[in-house]
């Protein structure tokens, strides 16, 4: 590629983070590190919910210098996603959404520190199917980055090669770069502006990994007195080894499937008591509010 060429392509990178500077904000976290945030719609902005703690003031930087209280409005531990409602900030620009993206298209980052510009670019490295997290969130796509992000951006929107949003930055085991989708956001959004929370499974059982030849699943170790699995019968000592038939392999195994659309849903563990297998049928309560 010559000069020329590369310098087209530098500056049109610089152009698109450029036009999408105005709709980022930033601000200090708890851990007193800066982190991102952009407008999603409203006059409401979005950031990533490790970010940010309940009850905690939130004062955002806009892209302009200026700053702006912001309130809390709900975060979502199940997707990452947490919503800010700055006073006062309505006119922030919104991004476009991005089409369908695919491994090797370009991604670009974009941040904001204490009202500066931020951006980073690099590629998608792996588009995938729809996964659960750890905390039981149905993500729509699995998109991993190949981008040199640093602490910054996270919670900053990734763009594509128009300038569109595919979704927000966030950091996944080993520190590794991943997109939120736009979809993922958009749900959690609109239960965060109704609720103020997402709703999350809760089975009220403490439980210890079991690998044996007997068993592998999830031990009960505590019960909660007014949570599900006591009322549905399980006890201490309990192993679960399946939910609806499908092996459970350990307790982060189940807790993934605690996720917001299993509250309330009548769900048949199996369980080993005694060195016997026999299936209890448990209604999944809602996690209550910490």
Known sequence: MSDFNLNVFSQAIADLAEKAAPATASFTTHHHRTASAFHWSDGYFVTAEEAVEA???????????????????????????????????????????????????????????????????????????????????TIDRRINLAVGAGGRFEGGPVLDARGALIGMLLFGPRGRALVMPYETIERAVATLREKGHVARGYLGAGLHPVRDRDARGAMVMSLDDNGPAKAAGLSLGDIIVAWNGEAVHGPRDLIRRLGPDSAGVAVTLGVVRGGEQRDVTVTIGEKPLS
């Open 55 to 137: 009850g905690e003031e939130i004062e955002l930087t806009l892209a302009t210098g200026e700053t702006a209280k912001a309130e809390l409005v709900g975060r979502d531990p199940s997707t990452g996603v947490a919503l800010l409602k700055p006073a006062g900030v309505a006119n922030a620009a919104t991004l476009a959404r991005a089409d369908a993206v695919r491994p090797g298209n370009i991604a670009i980052a974009i941040g904001n520190s204490q009202g500066s510009a931020l951006a980073v670019s690099g590629s998608v490295g792996e588009v995938g199917p729809a996964w659960r997290s750890m905390r039981g969130g």
